[in-house]
Each structure stands twice: as structure tokens, then as C-alpha cells.
């Protein structure tokens, strides 16, 4: 039997370090975040951007026609919730995640200041929320709503 009282400290951190499992002490001097992994889907992303989007002022929809269409109809179904990631993919990496974004903007907002706005509101949101780095936001305009348009008519004949 071997007395360890008696060898120097560095030597008995040697002898229980070589002894350690991945689980013990070894592991207790890296920082959390190297202790494992940490997957975010792109449906998770899609709806950050999706919230993100749509709380820029300037931004009344998103989604290209058919999926506002399909989107508008799924809504008035009783009980139904809106679609937070309509007109919204994302594509997430290990590090770096990658935005398009459809969008309808109301008339009388400068489309380019409500672009700029939506690309600083959406990393924003993303970088803080998940750490990955937003390489682009690519943002497309497919309509503008017009004050009286289809959406105001639609409400009327309800």
C-alpha cells in the first residue's frame, strides 16, 4: 500500500489526473460551453426572424402571395394561431446561420429604411439569442399595402 500523504502536491495531481474519468476533475476546469454541443434547428431560427421581422415598424405581412393567400385562409379557421415563420427560411450552420425573408410593407414607409431596419433587428435578435453569426439577410419585397387595400375589404365583408 502506497502512502500518498506524503508525495508532493503536483505528483498526487498527476496520479489523479492519469486516474480521472472524462467525468471528473479534468473536466471541472473547462469552461461550460466546451462541454458538449448545442444544436439550434431552423424551425427555432425561423421563428426568431419571424418575430423579429414582423415587430419592425413598416412590415404589415409576411410571405409571397400563395403562402399569404394559404396563410389567410389557415387563420380564419376558429381556433387557429398565426403562422410566425410564414415567408421566413433560414439556414443554420454550426456557427453562422443565413436568412430570406419575404415581406409586404404598408405604403408610406421607405422601403429601403424598413429593409435596413428588419436585417438590425433580425441579427440582433438572432446573435443574441442563439450565439451563431448571421452571415446575410436577404430581404424580399413582394408587395406593398395600400391604405384600403384587399386585407381592409376582406375585414368589411366579414
Do not use: C, W
Not at 500518498?4 to 489526473?17: F, I, L, N, Q, Y
Not at 454550426?94 to 428588419?118: K, L
Amino acid at each position: 500500500m502506497t502512502d500518498t500523504t506524503h508525495r508532493p502536491a503536483a505528483e498526487r495531481r498527476r496520479a489523479a489526473d492519469e486516474t480521472s474519468t472524462e467525468q471528473g476533475p479534468k473536466d471541472s476546469l473547462r469552461p461550460p460551453e466546451s462541454r458538449g454541443r448545442t444544436t439550434i434547428a431552423d424551425s427555432v431560427a425561423e421563428k426568431i426572424v419571424g418575430v423579429a421581422t414582423r415587430e419592425v415598424p413598416g412590415i404589415h405581412n409576411l410571405g409571397s402571395g400563395m403562402a399569404r393567400t394559404i396563410g389567410g385562409v389557415r387563420e380564419r379557421v376558429p381556433g387557429a394561431q398565426p403562422s410566425v415563420t410564414r415567408g421566413v427560411h433560414v439556414e443554420v450552420g454550426e456557427r453562422q446561420a443565413a436568412v430570406d425573408v419575404d415581406v409586404v410593407v404598408d405604403y408610406g414607409f421607405p422601403i429601403v429604411d424598413v429593409a435596413a431596419d428588419v436585417r438590425l433587428n433580425v441579427i440582433s435578435a438572432m446573435e443574441r439569442m442563439t450565439g451563431l453569426e448571421v452571415v446575410e439577410v436577404n430581404i424580399a419585397v413582394d408587395d406593398i399595402d395600400l391604405p384600403g387595400g384587399e386585407d381592409e375589404r376582406d375585414d368589411r365583408l366579414e
